[in-house]
């Protein structure tokens, strides 16, 4: 070898094919797994019970739109109901500034912004009462900005969405 001069040979070529088909194949399989897990998040496991909620932020409350008509605010301290082992979809946008609707024990965050609606949904599995936050920074009182998710057992749920309960 020659100071200066660059080497002749430079490695073998079979194993820098076989390396490089190697790294492609690695790469390959990673991105079918993240295209069918972006399916799993955008596409919601629906059936014939399954409904959609319409949430509306604003400052400083969530305002809930359930397809029967029945309409309410988190700010007069009533949670938003949900039947228990029914996927429920969550048609999410904000009235005013950007916003961030979080159900932190179920793992699901989406933004709330003024443009447009996102959507996302939830399985929940067990009853009881679970907080929903704001996760985006929207103004003096965003800390104020809390209600409460109640996943109900389906026959009371029917009872209190048909009219027999109060909110």
């Known amino acids: 070898m020659v100071i200066g001069r660059d080497p002749v040979v430079r490695g073998d070529s079979k194993v820098a094919f076989a390396i490089a088909l190697i790294i492609t194949f690695f790469l390959l399989i990673l991105s079918d797994a993240t295209f069918d897990s972006i399916d799993f998040f955008e596409e919601p496991e629906t059936n014939e019970d399954s409904f959609t909620v319409f949430v509306t932020g604003y400052q400083y409350y969530w305002e809930y739109h359930y397809p029967n008509g029945l309409n309410y605010t988190s700010s007069n301290g009533g949670p938003l109901r949900i039947p228990v082992d029914v996927p429920v979809v969550f048609e999410v946008?904000?009235?005013?500034?950007?916003?961030?609707?979080?159900?932190?024990?179920?793992?699901?965050?989406?933004?709330?912004?003024?443009?447009?609606?996102?959507?996302g949904w939830i399985l929940a599995e067990e009853t009881g009462e679970y907080p929903i936050r704001c996760f985006e920074l929207c103004g003096d009182y965003h800390s104020l900005m809390i209600g409460h998710l109640e996943?109900?057992?389906?026959?009371?749920?029917?009872?209190?969405?048909?009219?027999?309960?109060s909110s």
């Open 93 to 119: 946008s904000s009235g005013d500034v950007f916003h961030s609707f979080a159900l932190p024990e179920h793992r699901i965050k989406i933004d709330a912004l003024p443009s447009r609606a996102n959507i």
């Open 151 to 165: 996943v109900m057992e389906q026959e009371e749920f029917d009872a209190w969405y048909s009219g027999g309960m």
